[in-house]
């Protein structure tokens, strides 16, 4: 109880928003476990090809401490699908000696910029793109706005939304703050095309995972952040 009223706290005072839910460490939504660090988190996917990450967290030794929680080494990590590349996103990658980087080909400046190291993407992930671990297949979204290259991924029903979006104490679905995004309108519109698009594809989205908040089941909030921002 006591880490997660720090969590809410801190993340209060590092997002900006002062009506924000807080991060759940090692909480499920479907078959991923959020993993907190500080002000931010990460998510694990087991498949029967090993562990996959989406984001690397943002201090090393906490993301190592996270991943032997859930009973994982680090170098048994394989992949790395990043949402995009800021710092308390990708630094963990430092203890993460097998994983290749994963994103979209728009985010390689900032990869660049924020990995400490080699940030050549791996794998140059495209929009609408089904990637497969073994039997679990990964959908990627291309969500433009809080950076060029910013990614949500959807995972047998999770919704893996990196700083696309935030959920509010009242369990709403809403934008970051203005000043954390590259383009803050086009991270709203990007938002409200993936809403629609998730909707003509006919996918099922049963949980909505940010980074900086906690997660919630989906219901009916992703179409009512997209009504209400058209």
Known sequence: AAMRIAAVTT?????????????E???????????IDLFTSCSLLKTDVGPVL????????????RLTENGVKPEDVGTVLFTHGHQ????????????????????QEVLTKYVKGDATIDDVLTDGQVLRFGS????????PGHTAGSAAFLVEGALVLGDNALVTAKGALGPVPKDR???????????????DRLKAEER???????????????GSALQTFAD???
Request: with cysteine; proline share 5%; aromatic share 6%.
């Open 181 to 195: 995004s590259a383009d803050p309108d086009l991270n709203v519109r990007s938002m409200v095309s993936l809403a």
């Open 54 to 65: 989406f984001d690397a967290c943002w201090r090393p030794e906490e993301l190592r401490a």
């Open 136 to 143: 679990t297949e990964v959908r990627v979204y291309s969500v």
């Open 25 to 35: 460490n090692r909480k499920s939504f479907g078959p991923i476990t959020t993993m």
């Open 228 to 230: 209400a921002n058209r």
């Open 204 to 218: 099922e989205v049963k949980w909505l995972v940010p980074a900086h908040s906690g997660g919630i089941e989906a």
């Open 11 to 23: 993340v209060l005072l590092l997002t900006g928003c002062s009506d924000v839910s807080g991060i």
């Open 88 to 107: 308390d996103h990708v630094a963990g990658l430092a203890i993460l000696p097998n994983a290749r980087i994963a994103a979209l080909a728009a985010e």
